[in-house]
């Protein structure tokens, strides 16, 4: 018989067992084939270059992010797989096949199953791609055409990156089995398995890595300035790190100083499955913190999303507070642009103000290219009353200023100290700072210090007064229908209208349904380990249940023994997640500028959801593969 076809029915007869893995890599491809085609997609150069290019960046990222995981995914994947194939290939050197026959020989077999994967993937990729579009489009809200078509470069690129990746562990599995002996192949599913590990051990690398997590948490919500980045990637690294240690340390320290009572090992049968867990942490800590990472990951992706859709509406917000805002010399004119503009549009709401701009050289600032501009403070409050926007500022003294700032996407300044200012030689007290838009888009393109009526005064004497006149339209698509009447206006001087046809920022939209994407890629990703990780211990538990059977320990008893020692393997890593996930999420939401706390509340929850049902279905699983119960 040829290695073909033995390989080929080694396939056909295990692929039950191959379904997980086989599901789990062909999603990986699903999802990754769909970013390419969205890439080559006709719908990317319709929202515009700028728009094009950004986005194109953004899904440039999202694939080197996925093909990240994919490669450890993968390795983690063809590891049990070859864990589990040993034992069972290694008989055919009795049979009379070499080493370099028996790796060939899982080479083929590991190639079938990639090949199906692939397959599988690029099929119903391909099935799901204007879905996956339509969604896309949908839930970012932009207008374009929606135009379907399958990319070949797409499908080229997919293949060719899990191809790349799924040969180098094929390749290594080979290497692995050409170096192995008859012993090793045997006896490697029980490797590394039944282990007690040292409690002094232990203890140090729980002290170490609760001491690393919590520098991981401090570093990940301090406050600061352009350090705020640096002290962001320090604490991704000690996160990792710390969960790894977690799981390395705290977690078998913990369940070995519960099984040393007595009192709590014999009761309800725990004793059937709490030192099953404790022997078992050596080989199974790595997965469990792998899946903590991801789920991390998962929620922080979804933040993500959220905070740059909240973002884009707050700029966009912020910036078309008003249709027109028309600058003039003259004073009291309100009524006459009003007229104007009344000809053809109806008005929401108007109002004006009164403007010094500083020269530069007056102004002490970091900022020596800005120009700047001071407002008085009755002025300010009675604006806002007329825009109808909130006024909750300060009273302020003849010393003091508050500065009306722009809306960041993003910012690494997150200590929220307040600088103070010097004007004319005087230093002035920052007594608050605010982005509620009073003066709209002309407050992204000047500096805006509110004083008092008394020290605006003063400062009109080392300025250049202007007057803005403000307004808002009940139809933003008839702007250009008032602009030459405003202009013929004999006190006109300049304006600023809204640009209805500006997208610069829509790009920001689509990142929104790209990162809800992600959190669903991690989150199948970490049932998918978890599962195939159960999966395949059930199969070397199979012996250890059916002696337990046979000296009296009923069915229903043996499944409740299974149930609890599941729920310990999913809610430990679902624990440390949700705590640090709060942390992951502050520090986004101090940087964007934003509340996340709902969010990171929702996707815990949603997360909590699908635990419980891969926890329900693994107990299925488990139970049949185990030998408890008949299979369905």
Request: glycine letters at 4%; proline letters at 2%.
């Amino acid at each position: 018989m040829s290695l073909v076809k033995l390989s080929f029915i080694n396939f056909k007869a295990s692929l039950k067992n191959y379904i997980s893995l086989i599901a789990s890599l062909a999603f990986t491809v699903l999802i990754i084939f769909n970013f390419f085609n969205l890439m080559a997609s006709p719908i990317m150069e319709s929202l515009g270059q700028m728009n094009s290019r950004n986005l194109k960046i953004v899904i440039q990222c999202v694939l080197i992010v996925l093909s990240c995981f994919m490669f450890f995914f993968v390795w983690y994947a063809t590891n049990v797989f070859l864990t589990k194939r040993k034992k069972e290939i290694g008989i055919y050197i009795f049979m009379g096949l070499t080493n370099q026959r028996i790796g060939k020989l899982y080479m083929l077999e590991t190639l079938m199953i990639g090949l199906v994967s692939l397959i599988m993937g690029i099929g119903f990729g391909i099935l799901v791609s204007q879905l996956f579009t339509m969604i896309l489009i949908t839930i970012s809200d932009i207008e374009v055409q929606l135009t379907f078509q399958v990319s070949l470069s797409a499908v080229l690129w997919s293949c060719i990156l899990y191809l790349i990746v799924y040969f180098i562990f094929v390749f290594k599995g080979y290497v692995n089995l050409m170096r192995s002996s008859v012993l090793d192949m045997v006896s490697a599913n029980r490797q590394n398995e039944y282990i007690k590990q040292n409690k002094i051990i232990l203890f140090l690398k729980a002290l170490l890595g609760i001491i690393i997590l919590v520098l991981g948490y401090y570093f990940a919500i301090k406050k600061g300035g352009m350090e705020t980045m640096s002290n962001s990637l320090l604490a991704v690294v000690l996160v990792i790190v710390g969960v790894y240690l977690l799981f390395g340390g705290f977690v078998p320290l913990t369940y070995q100083s519960l099984a040393s009572h007595k009192t709590f090992l014999y009761r309800y049968q725990r004793t059937l499955w709490m030192n099953q867990m404790i022997y078992r942490m050596k080989k199974n800590y790595r997965t469990y913190a792998i899946v903590t990472v991801l789920m991390i990951c998962s929620v922080t992706a979804l933040a993500t999303g959220v905070a740059m859709y909240d973002r884009y509406q707050t700029i966009h917000d912020f910036e078309n507070i008003y249709t027109y805002q028309i600058f003039s010399q003259k004073d009291h004119l309100q009524n006459e642009f009003a007229g104007e503009i009344e000809k053809h549009n109806d008005i929401e709401y108007q109002s004006h103000i009164e403007i010094v701009q500083i020269d530069p050289s007056l102004v002490n600032e970091k900022y020596e290219d800005n120009s700047y501009v001071v407002i008085p403070y009755s002025q300010l409050k009675q604006l806002a009353k007329d825009s109808k926007q909130e006024f909750d500022l300060p009273q302020l003294q003849d010393n003091q200023v508050i500065d009306l700032q722009h809306q960041y996407l993003m910012t690494l300044l997150t200590d929220g100290r307040l600088e103070d200012v010097v004007l004319n030689h005087k230093t002035y007290q920052t007594v608050a700072n605010t982005q509620v838009p009073y003066l709209g888009y002309l407050q992204e393109q000047v500096s805006f210090y509110c004083v008092s009526d008394e020290e605006f005064e003063d400062l009109k004497s080392i300025g250049t007064s202007l007057y803005v006149y403000n307004y808002k339209i009940d139809n933003p698509k008839m702007v250009n229908a008032s602009l030459q009447d405003i202009q013929n206006q004999p006190d006109y001087v300049g304006m600023i209208k809204m640009d209805t046809e500006n997208d610069s920022i829509q790009w920001i939209k689509m990142l929104y349904p790209v990162c809800i994407f992600m959190f669903m890629v991690f989150i199948f990703a970490s049932g998918s380990i978890i599962f195939m990780k159960l999966y395949n211990d059930a199969f070397e538990e199979k012996e250890r249940y059916r002696v337990l059977k046979k000296i009296g320990i009923s069915q229903k008893t043996l499944k409740k023994g299974i149930q609890k020692e599941l729920l310990f393997i999913y809610v430990v890593p679902f624990l440390i997640m949700s705590v640090s996930s709060y942390f992951s999420v502050h520090a986004l939401a101090n940087m964007m500028q934003t509340d996340l706390l709902m969010t990171n509340i929702l996707s815990v929850g949603v997360i909590s959801i699908f635990f419980i049902l891969c926890y329900g279905l693994s107990i299925v699983i488990y139970c049949q593969n185990a030998g408890i119960y008949e299979k369905l």
